[in-house]
């Protein structure tokens, strides 16, 4: 059974531009989470998606957005780059949410900010 | 909120060994699950064990087990025979009940095995 896929595994943008980043989640799960990773803040929770509805969003500004299509697929977006956005952008899948659902995660997309 | 630390921020430890990270986490919500993830340099995030807070047995997966004491709040990750391999960084993660799949992790240990 395949993993978490992310794509692209590196990307390199410079201020101002914006990016579109993508997670393709074990077959048959439907929750989707976003988390971004820095040598700084450590790894913070951006969002979760379930069955393509936003279900949690953590504390980061309107320019990280995100979205799930019907076959679990997500992607999140990011405008207006800065500097600070640069990190490792992790997804995570389960099955469902709550009690004993364990996350798996993929290997993150490397985005640098120049 | 929730708080989770791990103040053991690098070990080392002599291959063969057992050895122990710790990870205490400050919650108010009643319910909630314990998770630790191996992280190596590559970046991936890999799924070690899952204690929920009402298990009454510590939790085991092949060569790591959970200590969970919930009266004091600590959830130590216990790697009997370290292997090369198992170098690495170690991040502790909590989830409520009723937070979907909101985890907050704590800053991680640097786990370097000695040959």
């Known amino acids: 059974k395949a993993g978490v896929t992310q794509t692209p595994r590196y990307l390199i943008k410079t201020r101002g531009q914006q990016v579109t980043l993508s997670c393709s989640p074990i077959?048959?799960?439907?929750?989707v989470s976003w988390y971004q990773q820095t040598p700084g803040q450590g790894l913070q929770f951006l969002f979760e998606y379930f069955s393509e509805t936003q279900r949690n969003k953590g504390n980061f500004p309107g320019r990280f957005s995100g979205r799930q299509f019907s076959n679990s697929r997500s992607e999140m977006n990011v405008s207006t780059l800065e500097l600070g956005d640069s990190a490792l952008y992790l997804c995570a899948s389960s099955l469902e949410t709550g009690t004993g659902v364990k996350l798996f995660f993929g290997s993150g997309t490397q985005l640098s900010v120049l | 909120a929730q708080k989770i630390t791990q103040t053991q921020p690098g070990m080392f430890v002599q291959e063969k060994e057992a050895v122990t990270l710790d990870c205490t986490y400050d919650t108010s919500d009643p319910s909630y699950g314990l998770f630790w993830y191996k992280q190596p340099s590559s970046g991936e995030m890999i799924f070690l064990i899952y204690?929920?807070?009402?298990?009454?047995q510590n939790a085991t997966e092949g060569r790591y087990s959970l200590n969970f004491q919930k009266a004091r709040k600590s959830a130590n990750l216990v790697i009997s025979a370290s292997q090369l391999g198992d170098s690495a960084m170690y991040f502790c993660?909590?989830?409520?009940?009723?937070?979907?799949?909101?985890?907050?992790f704590g800053g991680g240990t640097r786990l370097m095995v000695k040959p």
């Open positions: 204690q929920g807070s009402y298990d009454q």
């Open positions: 077959s048959g799960h439907r929750s």
């Open positions: 993660a909590m989830r409520p009940n009723n937070a979907g799949n909101m985890l907050t």
